[in-house]
């Protein structure tokens, strides 16, 4: 069989390290073409050591020198800034583009992606949260195939296998809760930066661990399942279940429950994207039932987690309403980790600016785009008026 031929943008980040751990692990299965970083250009000079692609972008127009220094000599061709970044996802050769990079700059790339037919393996979750409406035009013409990474949808495509579409009575996504899960909600405002970093199953990027510990994560992939599976918002259950063991489970008409279980590890549903519609041979997140123990599940607290309950409201609502919650949500959590804003008033901040901005239904890139940057201004705004 032909080594399947691989972009790999965000590559320096965690699902990026996975997903070269993944590659690195099944000799002879990929080749490795293109590799994108933002700005970490040590990791991304390593990768390229290790895994020898022909192009690598950096977006960070200040650390091109340092890159090329790092690879003097070396037969690479370095891109640079986000327009490259964006070409990148169309370069001809490659099969199949997994996007790991963070936040809605992942939205064009996705767009790209799919524009020239690429299979795209999808981590980035924001580029369907915020443009999701785009894709399936695009999709119809050039056939491409979007196969998610994050785990949860993951577990939902696997197991939609099982049935038709209209069976579907509900989806069921599951939540480990994060690390505040069991905190009285009159201790949230002393919650601190290093206490939700450090999420009790999953271990991942900055971003999305705040995100994890506000539930607005879960938010995010309530919508985020909405366009991938084209189900109404009124047909996701959140379901919290501590461990982190059932990554999402559907409910058919027959009130059968399927689910897909695995110990928490992202280089499993990396595996899946990768190697579909085959199942590789692989360990990762490998069940010791012996040691398993008990799973438990309970309601989610939407009145300590207000950005899941938001994100129910602004994935029914659609237009640009999900695109200005990301940009929001992004500002704030970048905000927090600046220590400039407390932990609730993440959740203060996007309620207010998705409050304050009228929807738009016509979408396109530019209308979305728009409402990005707009979302992100009143963001900081509103944050200048309740900062510490
Ligand atoms: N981590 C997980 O377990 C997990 C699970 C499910 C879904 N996801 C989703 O996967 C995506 C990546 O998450 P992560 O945890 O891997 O994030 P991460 O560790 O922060 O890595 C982000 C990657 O994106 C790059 N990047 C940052 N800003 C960029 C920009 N403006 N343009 C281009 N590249 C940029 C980073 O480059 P530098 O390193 O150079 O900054 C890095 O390679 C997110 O959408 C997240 O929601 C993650």
């Given amino acids: 069989m032909n080594p399947r031929i691989l972009t790999i943008l965000g590559s320096t980040g965690s699902i990026g390290r996975s997903t070269l751990d993944v590659v690195k692990a099944h000799p002879g299965a990929f080749e490795v073409r293109a590799l994108a970083a933002f700005g970490n250009v ?5 990768q390229y050591r290790t895994f020898r692609p022909k192009y690598l972008c950096i977006v960070d127009q200040t ?19 986000e327009a490259e970044l964006v070409e990148m996802a169309a370069l001809r050769g490659p099969d199949m583009v997994v996007n790991a990079v963070v936040g809605a700059a992942g939205l064009r790339v996705s767009l790209r992606a799919v524009e020239e037919g690429k299979d795209l393996a999808l981590a980035n979750k924001e580029s369907l949260v915020a443009g999701g409406p785009l894709f399936a035009p695009i999709i ?42 069991s905190l009285e909600l009159s201790q949230f405002d002393s919650i601190t930066v290093e206490q939700a970093l450090d999420h009790p199953t999953w271990n991942m990027g900055a971003k999305i661990t705040i995100d994890s510990a506000t539930l607005a994560n879960k938010g995010l992939e309530v919508i985020e399942a909405v366009q991938l ?32 279980l695995s110990e928490p590890d992202m280089r499993l549903p990396i595996t899946y994207a990768l190697f579909w519609p085959e199942r590789s041979e692989s360990a990762y997140g490998r069940i ?33 309403l999900p695109a200005v919650y990301n940009a929001a949500n992004e500002e704030a959590v970048a905000a927090f980790l600046d220590r400039r804003i407390r932990f609730t008033e993440i959740g203060q901040t996007v309620a207010r600016v998705v409050d304050r901005m009228s929807p738009e239904t016509d979408l ?25």
């Fill in 42 to 46: 040590e990791v991304l000079a390593e």
């Fill in 63 to 81: 650390k091109r020198a340092r890159l090329e220094s790092l690879l003097k000599g070396e037969d690479v061709e370095i891109l640079c800034g």
């Fill in 140 to 181: 119809a013409r050039t056939k491409s195939r979007i196969l998610p990474i994050d785990s949860e949808h993951s577990a939902i495509w696997q197991v939609l296998q099982c049935g038709q579409k209209e069976e579907v009575r509900r989806i069921l996504l599951t939540a480990s809760g994060g690390p505040f899960r």
């Fill in 229 to 260: 599976f084209e189900v109404p918002a009124e047909k996701i259950t959140v379901v919290v279940h501590p461990q982190s063991i059932i990554h999402s489970m559907v409910e058919f008409r027959d009130s059968s429950v399927i689910a897909q």
């Fill in 288 to 320: 010791d039932w012996a040691k398993m123990g008990s799973l438990t599940f309970e309601e989610p607290d939407f009145g300590k987690f207000p950005a899941l309950k938001l994100a129910f409201e602004v994935a029914s609502a659609g237009g640009t």
């Fill in 364 to 388: 396109t890139l530019e209308v979305v785009l728009d409402a990005d940057r707009r979302a992100r201004r009143l963001a900081q705004q509103t944050m200048e008026t309740i900062a510490l």
